[in-house]
């Protein structure tokens, strides 16, 4: 097993990655798409969205320069045709004949729609796509963020939307509460490929006043890293979405959608919610980017970890048995 679970870790080629929002991706295509530091051709047609390496076998052309034509992908330099599973179905060069080489033929990738995202699973899933029981309830409104590219790795990024420790000392300008520094024993429980945690400390109201108040923390976590955050208010109940997509070795967008009671009440605080909420993140995020790795180790003797980390060790071990399982085939 490797010591580290960084962006192009082989195991995250078997795990479920969102890789753009829905709007993002206008016509039929083809659209460029990079995943775990490869680059991917999509497109969508009658049968729905089909994803491919865009990489043409016969002379490595990219098929995103290509055509689509019905359910198939034809590539721009000779022509060759490919189905969503990456079957090429034909080889103008060799006529109807001919015989397609095995070597023609690419591989496919499942593909899914859902939190107006386009998920992708470059092979067959050992865990599977997050399910977030609140998406679609009426008591809420709905925000997106911006996505956003960082300088970090998604398990980084994961690692910090899951710590309790750090808000009273990364979020000063924001949510920390500087005087609520101990972290209490929190609830930490384990099913599968996900894990849950609750806890409940001080913090500032997500209005930018610096009013402080308690608040409830109810988070699961689903492998590889995708996060939902529940906060309780005495006035409001918030969930937060952080849904990674691990571009490259280096760099890892970040979807985060944010549903909330308030938000429902009033939909015109959304510009506002979307303004403090990229202050909140850029105070992550320009701590982050700071971390000379951009993995997180899954061997001890890297990292010092105390009681107060459960929840970030926890996606140490969800990752390391990830990994494992992914090399056992």
């Known amino acids: 097993m490797s010591e580290w679970f960084d962006n192009e870790h082989p195991a995250l080629r078997r795990c479920w990655h969102p890789v753009g929002e829905v709007a993002e991706f206008e016509g039929v295509g083809p659209h460029s798409v990079q995943l775990v530091g490869e680059h991917f051709a999509l497109w969508r047609s009658a049968s729905g969205w089909s994803l491919v390496p865009d990489q043409c076998p016969h002379r490595l052309a990219p098929l995103t320069q290509g055509t689509v034509e019905g359910d198939v992908l034809r590539c721009a330099y000779h022509g060759w045709c490919f189905e969503g599973d990456g079957t090429c179905v034909e080889i103008p060069a060799i006529g109807t004949e001919g015989t397609v080489p095995p070597s023609a033929h690419l591989a496919g990738a499942l593909v899914e729609e859902r939190y107006g995202l386009i998920w992708v699973a470059l092979e067959s899933p050992i865990a599977p796509l ?71 400390h001080s913090a500032q109201v997500l209005d930018g006043s610096g009013r402080i108040e308690t608040r409830t923390m109810d988070f699961a976590c689903f492998a590889p890293h995708h996060v939902s955050l529940r906060l309780g ?25 944010q549903l909330a009671e308030s938000l429902k009440r009033d939909p015109s605080l959304g510009p506002s919610t979307i ?55």
């Open 275 to 329: 303004e403090f909420q990229q202050a909140v993140g850029k105070e992550d995020r320009d701590l982050l980017e700071t971390l000379r790795t951009k993995g997180v180790p899954l061997t001890p003797g890297h990292e010092s970890h105390t009681k107060a980390d459960r929840i970030t060790v926890e996606l140490r071990r969800v990752l390391a048995d990830l990994a494992v399982a992914a090399a056992a085939g």
């Open 233 to 257: 208010y005495a006035d409001d109940t918030i969930l937060l979405l952080f849904f990674h997509q691990p571009v490259d070795r280096d760099t890892t967008r970040v979807f985060v959608i």
């Open 130 to 200: 997050p399910e977030i029981p609140q998406w679609g309830d009426e008591v809420f409104g709905l925000v997106r963020l911006p996505p956003q590219a960082w300088n970090a790795g998604a398990a980084q990024m994961t690692d910090n939307f899951l710590d309790v420790g750090h808000f009273p000392f990364t979020h000063t300008a924001t949510i920390g509460d500087a005087n609520d520094r101990v972290v209490h024993d929190y609830d930490l429980a384990r099913d599968g490929w996900t894990f849950s945690a609750h806890h409940e």
